[in-house]
């Protein structure tokens, strides 16, 4: 009897390493050279918040000209 | 790789002149096998090619009964830049002159540390050789020439000797010795001592030795492990990868670090396992659990086979915590 069942070839130990290590990075929070989820939400964050921000302008120059306020050459 | 082995322990006889009744290794005078000198050489030489071993440690057995191994393995592993330890249950330090000798000679061939063994049932041998005043003696000697000096008792529910009892044993020289507890595995001769065995397993992760300190043995065995049960009839194959004898060292470092058993043993526990197989099972020790293995749940393992211990690596290192851990 041994251990030999439980042989791994060079290649499988060095993907299950890599598995295994980013599995644990993402929850370390550690900074990968793989992407992350952190761009995704961030840019979905940000694409908000510029549409946001052209939606509060355009209601205000609506506001603005629609109520005569003095100075709307629109 | 995810580890690489730190340290490497010569265990080149499981001759002792002490028979105690905790020893996991169930070393004593009836053992006549001797690792031959060359394959000590050998395997420190091979050892200095693997950069991240850094410690060697001569254990046993007493190692101090052969002495032409002990100062060879001493000097070679100095030479090549080892840390040198000696595990020794301080036989040889009946008078502080006689310790003085035996310290100052090893100090001078490259030791670093010297490791006493000391407990209840050590002490029942020891009193022959001269008493508990031989590990004071020892330590002095031992601190006088400045080597790294520990104390290492081991513990059951019922014994009197423990940490605080050395520390008062040592008087002045308690500051600068390391005294260590720690609980017997109930495997090999100590099986007899089950019911007062303390259940000791860690709270998190699995056994920080497994990959990381490699043994060999008399007959030139390697373990992946500083192990408790290797000699025990019964699981002593478990620990087992390779021959120093027959092969290079870093062939059989190869073979530990791309087995995947290992990897589970190490980062996950072998009580893990031992629990998912039989949840009443009661395991006292992590080296009690890799016994289990060997023994009682071999078939149950060699059956689910290493895909499942892959998938199940996986699954419970993702419910491991790293922070949790480091700290």
């Known amino acids: 009897m041994n251990l030999d069942n439980f042989l791994l070839t060079p290649e499988e130990a ?21 992407p992350t989820l952190v761009v995704p939400i961030f840019a979905f964050v940000l694409a908000i918040a510029v549409v946001a921000v052209a939606v509060a302008v355009a209601i205000w120059v609506w506001v603005w000209c629609e109520f005569d306020v003095e100075g709307c050459n629109i | 790789m995810l580890f690489f082995p730190s340290g490497i322990a010569f265990l080149y006889s499981y001759k002792c002149n002490f028979m105690c009744r ?38 046993g057995g007493e190692p101090t009964l052969f002495p ?13 830049g080892f840390v040198t330890r000696l595990v020794t249950n301080a036989w040889w330090a009946r008078t502080l002159e006689m310790a003085r000798r035996y310290v100052r000679k090893w100090r001078e061939l490259g030791l670093e540390e010297l490791n006493i063994s000391f407990d209840d049932f050590h002490l029942e041998y020891l009193r022959l050789f001269g008493g508990e005043e031989n590990v004071v003696n020892a330590a ?34 308690a500051e ?28 998190f992760g699995g056994c920080a030795h497994a990959g990381s300190e490699i043994s060999i043995h008399p007959n030139g065995d390697v373990a992946f492990c500083c192990g408790h049960i290797t000699t025990d009839p019964a699981s002593a194959w478990f620990t087992r990868v390779g021959n120093i004898t027959k092969e290079h060292l870093w062939d059989v470092v190869d073979r530990i670090q791309r087995n995947v058993l290992i990897w589970y043993i190490k980062f996950i526990g072998p009580h893990v396992l031992v629990k998912k197989f039989n949840e009443e ?20 393992l060699e059956t689910r086979g290493k895909e499942w211990i892959i998938n199940d690596l996986k699954k419970e290192i993702k419910g491991l915590n790293v922070r949790v851990l480091a700290k």
């Not at chain 2, 529910?157 to 050395?166: C, F, G, L």
Request: with cysteine.
């Open chain 2, 68 to 80: 032409k191994h002990l100062e060879l393995l001493i000097k070679t592993a100095a030479d090549f």
């Open chain 2, 281 to 300: 099972e009661e395991v006292k020790h992590i080296c009690h659990a890799c016994h289990l293995l060997a023994t009682k749940y071999w078939k149950e």
């Open chain 1, 14 to 34: 060095t993907n299950l390493a890599n598995d295994l290590f980013q599995q644990q990075a993402y929850k370390s929070g550690a900074s990968l050279s793989e």
């Open chain 2, 140 to 173: 002095r000697a031992a601190v006088e020439e400045g080597l790294r000096t520990v104390v290492a008792v081991t513990r059951t529910r019922e014994t009197k000797i423990d940490a605080s009892y050395v520390r008062k044993l040592l008087g002045d020289l």
């Open chain 2, 176 to 203: 600068e010795v390391i005294v260590a507890d720690d609980f017997i595995s109930p495997t090999s001769r100590a099986s007899g001592l089950y019911e007062e065995a303390v259940e000791n397993l860690p709270p």
């Open chain 2, 22 to 59: 905790h020893c996991s290794i169930g070393a004593g005078p009836h053992h006549d096998e001797v690792l031959p000198v060359e394959y000590v050489e050998k395997a420190l030489r091979e050892a200095s090619d693997i950069a991240s071993i850094q410690v060697v440690v001569a254990t």
